[in-house]
T-cell receptor, first 112, second 114 residues
Framework: GENVEQHPSTLSVQEGDSAVIKCTYS??????FPWYKQELGKGPQLIID?????GEKKDQRIAVTLNKTAKHFSLHITETQPEDSAVYFC???????????FGKGTKLSVIP | DTGVSQDPRHKITKRGQNVTFRCDPI?????LYWYRQTLGQGPEFLTY????????KSRLLSDRFSAERPKGSFSTLEIQRTEQGDSAMYLC????????????FGSGTQLSVL
């Protein structure tokens, strides 16, 4: 089955700086890669996603890049704000399945 | 609020007891998923439904776990003879027609087995 590795596990940045979180996946047939943000006491919230036919996608301060050859994808957050502090999860779908396999998460802390 | 609703938010039970959780998906969504999340980990897939049909189950879902989605609306997840290892956050998610991978999660049910 699919295996998703995510790093770093924790990340601290100064407000206004950029943050980058990286993930690798194992199943070359995976074609959907979402990113979720989870705040304390809440369920994960979809913030951006990308499909395998696209190399990059941007939504305001958030962008995701995908390298299918290397089987890795990254989340980029620019101009970070304190409200960006949360745990971020990457995920990938498995071939022929609707289930998502999640990474272990990155706890992002934005220091004012 | 028209998001995914889960009940209860917290459940404390003694080992060996049965527990049942409920999930109400977003009304127009036809797919419903159950995931389990332990501390410091990402969510792990348990099972999903398309309308009332249960189409996929994880090997994580032992015989003590059963899920139903009668009439393709709300869903229940029952755990029989709970064990301490069942302690986790149980998350429900739903997805709309045509974009089945876009999951919208509820806030979860936190289960503690004493």
């Amino acid at each position: 089955g699919e295996n998703v590795e995510q790093h770093p596990s924790t990340l601290s940045v100064q407000e206004g700086d950029s943050a980058v979180i990286k993930c690798t996946y194992s199943d070359s047939a995976s074609n959907y890669f979402p990113w979720y943000k989870q705040e304390l006491g809440k369920g994960p919230q979809l913030i951006i996603d990308i499909r395998s036919n696209v190399g990059e996608k941007k939504d305001q301060r958030i962008a995701v890049t995908l390298n299918k050859t290397a089987k890795h994808f990254s989340l980029h957050i620019t101009e970070t704000q304190p409200e960006d502090s949360a745990v971020y999860f990457c995920a990938a779908n498995g071939a022929g399945s609707y289930q998502l396999t999640f990474g272990k998460g990155t706890k992002l802390s934005v220091i004012p | 609020d028209t998001g995914v609703s889960q009940d209860p938010r917290h459940k404390i039970t003694k080992r060996g007891q049965n527990v049942t959780f409920r999930c109400d998906p977003i009304s127009e969504h036809n797919r419903l998923y159950w995931y389990r999340q332990t501390l410091g980990q990402g969510p792990e897939f348990l099972t999903y439904f398309q309308n009332e049909a249960q189409l996929e189950k994880s090997r994580l879902l032992s015989d003590r776990f059963s899920a139903e989605r009668p009439k393709g609306s709300f869903s229940t997840l029952e755990i029989q003879r709970t064990e301490q290892g069942d302690s986790a956050m149980y998350l429900c998610a739903s997805s709309p027609r045509g974009t089945n991978e876009k999951l919208f999660f509820g806030s979860g049910t936190q289960l503690s087995v004493l």
